[in-house]
């Protein structure tokens, strides 16, 4: 059974940072496209960023370009979000996906991804 499970998320004030992990199990994704979205209450889900299978050229939300950063260690099968300069906008639920795919050229389409994970609560206080 393949399984997304993130962690690293909590409660922090603004200009705080936090890193989000996402451990992947049931099947290897070192060959795969993967990414963060995130849905805030009353909003719909987002795109946040994603990563190629060898981590080279990811994309980003323009809401969050130059403050997050996305990688990952396939030989550890997991990926991570460095969020920096958080803000109370960033506060969200944040998902974990993964595409059977190597590539796509519509990374930031939630279509792109098949496999995501229960999400991690992230909070931004003013």
């Known amino acids: 059974q393949v399984q997304l499970v993130e962690s690293g998320g909590g409660l922090v004030q603004a200009g705080d940072s936090l890193r989000l992990s996402c451990a992947a199990s049931?099947?290897?994704?070192?060959?795969?496209?993967m990414g963060w979205f995130r849905q805030a209450p009353g909003k719909e889900r987002e795109f946040v960023a994603a990563?190629?299978?060898?981590?080279?050229?990811?994309t980003y939300a323009d809401s969050v370009k130059g403050r997050f950063s996305i990688s990952r260690d396939n030989a550890k099968n997991t990926m991570f979000l460095q969020m920096n300069s958080l803000k109370p906008e960033d506060t969200a639920v944040y998902y974990c996906?993964?595409?059977?795919?190597?590539?796509?050229?519509?990374?930031?389409?939630?279509?792109?991804?098949?496999?995501w994970g229960q999400g991690t609560q992230v909070t931004v206080s003013s």
């Open positions: 996906v993964a595409s059977i795919s190597t590539y796509s050229n519509l990374p930031a389409s939630a279509s792109a991804y098949r496999y």
């Open positions: 049931g099947r290897t994704f070192r060959n795969n496209l």
């Open positions: 990563i190629s299978w060898s981590g080279g050229r990811p």
